[in-house]
C-alpha cells in the first residue's frame, strides 16, 4: 500500500505561484512513477505532469512551460511547482502513483487540494 498525502493548495491571483507537495508512505518511493493529474468543477480528470522512477518528465501541453514536476526520493516527496498561474488552472489537484509488480500497475491517488487562481 502506498499512502499519499497532499499539500500546499489554496488562493492565488493570476500570474502568482505555487508549489504543491506529495508526501509518500508505505512503499519504496524510488520505484515509483508519479503523476499529477487535476480536476476542475464540472470537467473530468486531466493529467497534468508525470515523473518516471529513472527522472524522466513530461506534462500537458497546457501547463508546459510553466509548471514543473520535480521528485525527492530522499523526502519520498514529489513536487509540482506552478508559475504564471492562469484562473483555468483552478482545479482540485491529485497527486498519483504507480508502482509495477510482476508486469502489473498498481494505483494509488492523494485526497487532492484545492488550487483556486482568482483575483
Known amino acids: 500500500q502506498v499512502q499519499l498525502v497532499e499539500s500546499g493548495g489554496g488562493l492565488v491571483q493570476p500570474g502568482g505561484s505555487l508549489r504543491l507537495s506529495c508526501a509518500a508512505s508505505g512503499s519504496d518511493f524510488s520505484g515509483l512513477d508519479l503523476d499529477w493529474y487535476r480536476q476542475a468543477p464540472g470537467k473530468q480528470r486531466e493529467f497534468v505532469a508525470n515523473?518516471?522512477?529513472?527522472?524522466?518528465?513530461n506534462s500537458a501541453g497546457s501547463v508546459r512551460g510553466r509548471f514543473t514536476i520535480s521528485r525527492d526520493n530522499a523526502k519520498n516527496t514529489v513536487f509540482l511547482q506552478m508559475n504564471s498561474l492562469k484562473s483555468e488552472d483552478t482545479a482540485v489537484y491529485y497527486c498519483?502513483?504507480?508502482?509495477?509488480?510482476?508486469?502489473?500497475?498498481?494505483?494509488?491517488w492523494g485526497q487532492g487540494t484545492q488550487v483556486t487562481v482568482s483575483s
Open positions: 515523473i518516471a522512477r529513472g527522472g524522466n518528465t
Open positions: 498519483h502513483a504507480v508502482r509495477w509488480y510482476s508486469g502489473r500497475p498498481y494505483e494509488y
